[in-house]
């Protein structure tokens, strides 16, 4: 059994910048596949980045530029830095496991002034 945890959310203004973290346990998690999807109020859960076990990348278009996801395999740890944040980017961070299917709990990120 897989276990994620999401830490890092929180109050930013415009602009600012964030780093979430998700800490796994339990599993291979060398051999994952890792990704952030977001859910704003109202809307449907949306991908945001991912990356390979071999650290290939790819972005949703509305944070490409922004967004950076990274792994720390020693760690268990995948990261998503977060810069010129906009309002927009308000929701709650999941982290998702592809190949196993598990979800973290969510960690809120709110971009306002």
């Known amino acids: 059994q897989v276990q994620l945890v999401e830490s890092g959310g929180g109050v930013v203004q415009p602009g600012g910048s964030l780093r979430l973290s998700c800490a796994a346990s339990g599993g291979l998690f060398s051999i994952y596949a890792m990704a952030w999807y977001r859910q704003a109020p109202g809307k449907q859960r949306e991908l945001v980045a991912a990356?390979?076990?071999?650290?290939?990348?790819n972005y949703a278009d509305s944070v490409k530029g922004r967004f950076t996801i990274s792994r720390d395999n020693a760690k268990k740890t995948v990261y998503l830095q977060m810069n010129s944040l906009k309002p927009e980017d308000t929701a709650v961070y999941y982290c998702?496991?592809?190949?196993?299917?598990?979800w973290g709990q969510g960690t809120q990120v709110t971009v306002s002034s």
């Open positions: 998702n496991n592809p190949d196993t299917g598990y």
């Open positions: 990356i390979t076990s071999g650290g290939t990348t």
